[in-house]
T-cell receptor, first 117, second 114 residues
């Protein structure tokens, strides 16, 4: 079974440009999460989709970040315009059920390393 | 508020030594979930264990063992007879019963030297 995949693995852009990150969850996983790790700090939650609906977007830092999950399959995270402080690793995770409703966990992708110059 | 503290930023040991990675958490929830993930140099986060708050049994899986102590709000991870392949960043994480996001610690970078 394929795991969570993310594209691209690395992205280097200049301040002010736009970048779109993609996440393909494990097939059949309705729950999709975005996290990011900035400057070697802790990994922080950004938002949670259940199918195509945003269940919780309390972690989104500002309105320069837009996440979508059209059709409830893959998800994109767009940063527009990118700022220097957006540099970091963006992780996507998926799960069949929410944590509290199962004995399972969230399965993480390899992350996208974003560098804003 | 929920918080996870991994006070050890980096640990370096020599192969075959035992090593314990500390994790202390804070939560007001009576039901919560604790996790450990391993991030090898390849970058992906590899799930190691999930522990529910109502299950304080310690767990052993091969060379790995976990000590869950609710009295001290700790969920420590011990690697016995460490190997070079254990070198990675290890993250402890916490999730409350009513939320689906994980709160991660800052991670501990473990280096096992031959």
């Amino acid at each position: 079974e394929a795991g969570v995949t993310q594209f691209p693995s690395h992205s280097v852009i200049e301040k002010g440009q736009t970048v779109t990150l993609r996440c393909d969850p494990i097939s059949g996983h309705d729950n999709l999460y975005w996290y990011r790790r900035v400057m070697g700090k802790e990994i922080k939650f950004l938002l949670h989709f259940v199918k195509e609906s945003k269940q919780d977007e309390s972690g989104m830092p500002n309105n320069r970040f837009l996440a979508e999950r059209t059709g409830g399959t893959y998800s994109t995270l767009k940063v527009q315009p990118a700022e220097l402080e957006d540099s970091g690793v963006y992780f996507c995770a998926s799960s069949i059920y929410p944590i509290a409703e199962s004995t399972d966990t969230q399965y993480f992708g390899p992350g996208t390393r974003l560098t804003v110059l | 508020a929920q918080k996870v503290t991994q006070a050890q930023t980096e640990i370096s040991v020599v192969e075959k030594e035992d090593v314990t990675l500390d994790c202390v958490y804070e939560t007001r929830d009576t039901t919560y979930y604790l996790f450990w993930y391993k991030q090898p140099p390849s970058g992906e986060l590899v799930f190691l264990i999930r522990r529910n708050s109502f299950d304080e049994q310690n767990e052993i899986s091969g060379r790995y063992s976990w000590n869950f102590q609710k009295s001290t709000s700790s969920f420590n991870f011990t690697i016995t007879a460490s190997q070079v392949v254990d070198s990675a960043v290890y993250f402890c994480a916490l999730s409350g019963w009513n939320n689906n996001d994980m709160r991660f610690g800052a991670g501990t970078r473990l280096t096992v030297k031959p």
